[in-house]
């Protein structure tokens, strides 16, 4: 096998708690995570060449080390050397820094990718293992599907599947510094937190009438303060039948929950055609339980 294409899907957050700030200066949350259908193509080649060469639809995106594909192609080569170069091809679907965890998301395709190009046979649990140095999204961006994510994201358990739905993604003109949020977030006891118990008896029941109003996301009481149209666009959002709508990670993008798809339809044409978002985006849930590698 000379070269490989992967697939690297975004994910969205249908719960984001966070528990307390650690001494480490990283946050525990508590988070129910969805993989959903939009997704980054990702082609690996080998070459005779002992480098490793990044090219991409979008010319801003970084080749070098600020490249999340880069850091895991480092990585992977430290534990398993490769002893051959690389030409890697990045077609971007997903928004970049959008709250979808795009970059997440290439790097664990890329890990899955090197894992099967060079036939290393490691377990979805070993790669995982690899998959946190690069980030907090990376191990769920390999686990992929309906999991809840607790301690700074590391700690993974799958759920059943999400109920059936369309999801609706629109990503406003602005850029958001997740740092920055974390920064601002005060946890008191003023703050709404979500109830994630309940979530995953809705889960479990594959309700989506139970599920969506408990849907939640604790960071959205520092990024609305700052960017009034994340509310506007959920209210425009529920407008148009959405069962709701809501922040997914630290922003920008809005999803929102229809339990029609022409319901979804509607609203994609009302946004497409509006100034709210720069990238509208309709999509479904999407699980992996088979062939995961």
């Known amino acids: ?71 895991a192609v480092e990585l992977f080569h430290q534990n398993y050397p490769l002893r051959k170069g690389l030409n890697i091809f990045i077609n971007k679907r997903i928004p970049v820094a959008a709250g979808l965890a795009g970059g997440s998301a290439d790097a664990a395709a890329t890990l899955k990718g090197l894992n099967k190009l060079f036939q290393t046979d490691l377990s979805l649990e070993e790669l995982m293992k690899l998959g946190i140095k690069l980030g907090a999204d990376v191990p769920y961006c ?25 999801i ?52 959205e009481s520092v990024t609305i303060k700052e960017y009034p149209i994340i509310e506007e666009i959920k209210e425009r959002m529920k407008d148009k039948e959405a069962l709701t709508a809501l922040m997914s990670g630290s922003g920008p993008t809005v999803f929102g929950i229809f339990d029609n798809q022409h319901k979804a339809e509607k609203a994609y044409r009302y946004f497409k055609s509006s100034s709210y978002g720069k990238q509208v985006i309709l999509t479904k849930p999407y699980q992996e339980f088979h062939n995961r590698m």
Do not use: W
């Open 168 to 219: 609706l993604l629109v990503k406003p003109d602005i850029s958001i510094s997740t740092k920055h949020v974390y920064e601002k977030l005060r946890i008191n006891e003023d703050i709404k937190h979500p109830d994630i118990i309940a979530m995953l008896n809705a889960i479990k029941e594959n309700n989506i009438y139970k599920l969506t109003p408990l849907m939640d996301n604790i960071l």
């Open 142 to 166: 390999l686990l992929m599907g309906t999991a809840l994510s607790e301690g700074i994201g590391e700690i993974l358990s799958p759920l059943e599947p999400m109920p059936d739905c369309s």
């Open 1 to 71: 096998m000379n070269s490989i294409t992967v697939k690297a899907y975004a994910k969205i957050n249908l719960a984001l708690d966070v528990i307390r700030k650690r001494p480490d200066g990283y946050h525990d949350v508590s988070m129910i995570m969805q993989t959903i259908g939009l997704h980054d193509t990702i082609n690996i080649k080998k070459t005779n060449f002992q480098s490793v060469t990044i090219r991409s639809n979008l010319y801003y995106l970084p080749r070098d080390r600020r490249n999340l594909v880069y850091k």
